[in-house]
């Protein structure tokens, strides 16, 4: 038998909670019906809360190196200026959650896909042009009439 056989690797944990409280959380912010910045900040607020305390209970606190620092302070604004995007679409009744919501996470998957390619050198295979064809169509046939 194999060394951890029957094991789950972690990685598959996190995919689970990303999936669980990454979906689930925007439809739980649509009740609320607070879009805009405040609700935005509210969101974070919360978030970052969370994060702290998982990183004191870690005790894995200890400041990057300069050049990581600047990528995550480039990163933080993008994603702070998502988050305010997604918040008011989240929170908006124009388009049904079920359609606005799974097609910007696919948009976000794509990109994702294509920045790993031409930033990290990822290798382009045909499992993955196939699924980034099929992540394009997903978006063509739930996209907002």
Excluded: H
């Excluded at 029957?6 to 598959?12: A, D, I, L, Q, V």
């Excluded at 959650?97 to 097609?103: F, L, M, R, Y």
């Excluded at 996470?105 to 382009?124: H, K, N, R």
Aim: charged share 10%; proline share 6%; net charge positive.
């Amino acid at each position: 038998a194999r060394a951890g056989a029957g094991r789950m690797k972690p990685e598959y944990a996190w995919i689970l909670i990303v999936s669980l409280f990454w979906g689930g959380y925007p439809l739980v912010a649509r009740g609320a019906n607070l879009g805009g910045p405040l609700g935005a900040l509210i969101l974070s607020t919360v978030s970052l809360t969370t994060i702290l305390a998982a990183t004191w209970w870690t005790s894995s606190f200890a400041w990057p190196a300069p050049a990581a620092a600047i990528r995550l302070v480039i990163a933080g604004a993008m994603m702070g200026i998502g988050l305010l995007a997604f918040n008011a679409l989240a929170v908006s009744r124009q388009i049904d959650a079920s359609i606005s919501i799974p097609v910007v996470a696919t948009g976000m998957l794509f990109v994702s896909v294509l920045a790993a390619v031409l930033f990290f050198a990822e290798p382009i295979a045909l499992k993955k042009c196939v699924g980034l064809a099929l992540l394009v169509a997903g978006i063509a046939v739930l996209r907002p009439a």
